[in-house]
């Protein structure tokens, strides 16, 4: 199991999250969704990109990749629900504020879809 003990295991992770709901979306016929998680993705980069050098190397506790990760036959809403978690449990765990902000927009994009 991976442990996302540090800023960028955890934006790694972020970013392939969203590439694999890009997939999972567009399988389910569902192009709105996601081409916004490509969106998401690219905006996760930059996010990582920008705020790299920022980040203190302070380690991050209590999180695994395999809590997050997707099943292959998930539904888009199931999917939807475990993107949100993560993104839920990780923002608050995020010592860069606008690092953090970004976190929990994604979160809250993929809690709405969950309930939809």
């Not at 790694?12 to 999250?17: D, Q």
């Not at 490509?38 to 980069?45: D, G, P």
């Not at 608050?92 to 994009?109: D, H």
């Amino acid at each position: 199991m991976t442990e996302l003990n540090s800023f960028g295991s955890v934006m790694t992770f972020a970013i392939e999250l969203e590439a694999k709901l890009v997939d999972v979306y567009a399988r389910a016929g569902k192009a709105d969704w996601s081409a916004a998680s490509e969106k998401r993705k690219q905006k996760l980069e930059r996010v990582r990109r920008e705020n790299v050098v920022e980040i203190t190397l302070e380690p991050i506790e209590g999180l695994n990749a395999a809590d997050y990760t997707l099943p292959s036959n998930a539904s888009p809403s199931e999917a939807a629900a475990i993107a949100a978690r993560f993104y839920t449990d990780v923002a608050p765990k995020i010592n860069v504020r606008s690092a953090a902000r970004s976190l929990e927009q994604t979160g809250k994009q993929h809690a709405e879809y969950a309930a939809s």
